[in-house]
């Protein structure tokens, strides 16, 4: 449902607390002594390199190899860019414009575009904060390996170590259809997780992963304390370093004997593919989650521009790296992948997974195999390491971000600094993911991947797309762009915003949910009472979407129709002048208090 402004404007005459142009001295005095001035970032490219460094993560590595191989190899680029095109560069760009136009982070921004909804917005930090708890147990995983490929011979190389079975070892790779495991999968489920039997069986911390734990948290920290200005530069090196050893292993690995043969795997066209309605909305689902749409991080990256920033470039830009990463790491994948095929004469599909397994696993037996070795093992870690740091530094910062914007004042007084804010946020999360370093913990790690970034996610951006581009309306979304970029969007975007997008993630979530299966890890069913946990996990921030708007009409005035029109009506001003031309000091704190005001 869409309101036009001008509905928006009559609605903003009859608040008291309407700011107008001639209140904008007034405005600014107070903001200058009651308030600090929100940050902003050193230069457009910080900001673009961190948005492609949280776009850009482990996933390009590990699922879209996989499912474009599995989904009609180079058949899938079809759906795949189909999807980017009508849906991912459209949701980016009204994300930013979103995070840009109030300056606000994702509860504030989008309780201002849709109060009704405004349960949306808490729910990306609530899901953030969640997945940020989790994520750097995979840092811990890669500091592990990385720890340990320095060395005259890799431990996974092997069957003669202590944690080998050794009845159940094969040195080589057995391929899928044996009952051995390879020794790379024995290193890791024996020494890196010491894995206990299921869930039940929690164990003891495996210590040394508590240890990376504690260092990758200690990396976070002081990447991301000083706000945008210290990762702003940390990104410089973060979101740039992995394209080199990407490069490097690209370059190195087509040399190999069979590499041919696993790209062809990787990018023959399976034609018959396209009419399976599941590769459709695989390629869509890949889009969505590669983006990060709906996490709330590229809204909050986005508060901390200046107002005229070019964001539909910067769109652009994130959009068409995301995707050249993910392709340019299947082509790294895969040619390995192939060799590892070669050297054992098993078909390349006995080897081929994905999820951690990828990087964990297969991969780790195909550096072994290398020449070189020494040299390639760490830098593939170190990689990793980049990747996933980067991707942490946004989702950690969507929880930052909201507790500035709703308690800043309170916790300043409190803590005396900010730093000190970034400090407990960091290490509520380590607490929170020691759970996932017990000899348990793959265990409490795949429940909790699978129910927040697979459920919840899907749903939460159903709700984000509904009250951004049909209540709050592309007219108003479009007003916004004009404000800041001086010209309307085109049609192209609208027709996403108003037909498309709500579509396409519409399609996506009942597909999902059709298509819904239980947890699982391997061959491990989940009991029934972890179930019930993860579906919980899932509530946490599913149920902030029904209680928002519960709170929002319980407060509002009139009869139920009445209360709901007011809950529909946004209160961001769109209808003071535009005082903010490209020539004025966009870091006044006037011009900031007039378009992050709420009427």
Known sequence: ??????????????????????DLKVTGEKSEESEPQRPTWSSRLEFILASVGYAVGLGNVWRFPYLCYSSGGGAFMIPYFTMVILCGIPLLFMEFAIGQYTRLGPVHALAKICPLLKGVGLATVVISFVFSTYYNVLMSWAFYYLYNSFG???PWMSCNNTWNAVGNCSSGFPGNNTHLQSASQQFFDHRLLEKSSGIEEAGGLRWELFGFLILSWVIVYLCIFKGVKSTGKVVYFT?????????????NNVQLPGAKNGILYFVTPVWSKLFEVKVWVNAAAQ?????????????????????????LRDALI????????SILAGFVIFSAIGYMAHIHNLPVDNIA????????VVY????????????????????LLCLGLDSQFATVEVAITFIKDEFGREVLRFLKREELLTLVVCFLCFLLGLPHVTKGGIYIFQLMDHYTAVVSLIILAFFEVVAVCWIFGVPRISLMVKRMQGKTPSIYFR?????LCPILVLCIMISSIIQYTPAKYGKYTYPLWAEWVGWFVSLVSIVWIPLGAIHELYNNKGSFLQRLKTAMTPTIDLDAEDSLPEKQNLDNPASEALFTSVI
């Open 287 to 311: 889009v969505f989650n590669s983006i990060g749409i709906a996490f709330g991080s590229m809204i909050s990256m986005a508060s901390y521009n200046k107002f005229n920033n070019n964001i």
């Open 495 to 499: 027709l996403c915003w108003l037909l």
């Open 152 to 154: 005259a011979s890799l």
């Open 364 to 383: 780790p037996e195909v550096l072994s195999t290398m020449p070189v070795f020494q040299m390639w093992a760490p830098l593939f870690f170190f990689m």
């Open 318 to 325: 994130v959009s068409v790296t995301n995707s050249f990463t």
């Open 353 to 360: 997974t994905d999820g951690p397994g990828l990087v964990f």
């Open 1 to 22: 449902m869409e309101i036009s402004a001008r509905n928006s404007k009559m609605s903003s005459d009859k608040r008291d607390c309407a700011l107008k142009p001639l």
């Open 239 to 251: 979101a740039i370093f992995p394209y080199f050893i990407l490069f490097a292993l690209l370059i």
